[in-house]
């Protein structure tokens, strides 16, 4: 397969100061493409973007994706989008409406901008919340649709008008449904992922909290390997349209996660507590990824070693802000 770089030279990364964001900006970067960021910074963080300040190749633009005039300059020269910018799970419960515009118009207004502006590959950022609570498993691409959450539904409705403006306007997309991503630079406050949450309260020595029993189950996918599948399918022709479960297939109960994370740091004198449960959360994800795997995708963390890398980072990074 050629490199990404003989096919594509100017990327929009949306949501690019986010956690994922910003390690595709990073790997597009090293790739040489130039790259242009645009993110609200409602959720990303500049400090995820600041070693890449001096790049000639690299633009860092602050823009909301709901607001459809102000992103059409950006898109001059650009060929492929990487839509990763949404509004979290774990605030939809908040805004739904703001949850609404940023996941369904803000989708719309980058489809559109990038159907204007001759862009060649869309590739958008979906979640594995649409399907709902799965009943049937392992859960493939085929199974029923029926999101339980807000989050669900506005996210469903993004994926809604990638596929549409692939049939109606013959634009090439494809949609990655995450699971469960996890790595450095995960968003570590009460409404970040579970591996960073839990990586923080152990290193201030605080309590683990578990909602629900612990029994629920996760397919936690390292960060890296998100990345190279989303470089993977903007490189395939002839699957425009097509939807991938983008998870690794790991199993791991959020107990498992728990005293993992309290071996690692030795602290196992630290108390799991049990709350109740979160409207929306799916209980189960026991997630068939073999759709992605036969475009040949290998994935090439463990759950082990990437969440050593994560919370080698978590110690790191508070460390320094104790400093």
């Known amino acids: 397969m050629q490199l990404i770089n003989q096919k594509f030279k100017r990327a929009i ?41 001096d790049k000639p190749q690299f633009k860092e633009v602050v823009c909301d994706v709901t607001d459809f005039d102000a992103l059409s300059p950006y898109f001059e020269g650009v060929d492929v989008v990487f839509h990763q910018a949404c509004s979290k799970n774990t605030v939809c419960m908040k805004d739904p409406a703001r949850d609404l515009a940023v996941n369904a118009e803000g989708t719309l207004n980058m489809l559109h901008q990038a159907k204007a502006h001759g862009v060649k590959k869309f590739v958008h950022a979906s979640t594995g919340s649409v399907y709902g609570e799965p009943y049937i498993f392992p859960s493939n691409e085929s199974h029923p649709l029926n999101p ?10 993004g994926e809604k008008y990638v596929r549409l403006f692939s049939d109606l306007h013959g634009m090439d997309t494809v949609i990655l449904r995450y699971y469960h991503v996890f790595g450095p630079r995960q968003e570590y406050s009460d409404v970040g992922g579970v591996v960073s949450i839990f990586g923080r309260r152990a290193v201030q020595g605080k ?36 939807s991938y479960n983008c998870a690794s297939g790991i199993k791991v109960t959020i107990q498992e996660l728990a005293e993992a994370v309290l071996k690692y740091f030795g602290r196992e004198d630290l108390e799991i507590q049990y709350q109740d449960w979160k409207p929306g959360d799916i209980k189960k994800f026991d997630v068939d990824n073999n759709k992605l795997k036969a475009l040949g995708f290998n994935f090439q963390y463990e759950f082990k070693t990437g969440l050593s890398k994560t919370l080698d980072w978590s110690k790191r990074f508070f460390a320094s802000q104790t400093d």
Do not use: W
Not at 212 to 230: A, K
């Open 148 to 157: 339980v959450s807000y989050y669900g539904v506005s996210k469903l409705c």
């Open 13 to 53: 990364v949306t949501g690019g100061a986010g956690f994922i964001g910003s390690h595709l900006v990073d790997e597009l970067l090293n790739q040489g493409l130039e790259v242009i960021s645009i993110d609200d910074y409602s959720g990303g963080k500049s400090e995820n973007l600041a070693h890449l300040t």
């Open 207 to 242: 309590p683990l909290i578990i909602y629900g029993d612990g029994t629920q189950l996760r397919s936690f996918t390292y960060v890296q390997d998100v990345v190279g599948i989303n470089l993977l399918v903007a490189m395939i022709d002839g699957i425009s349209g097509e």
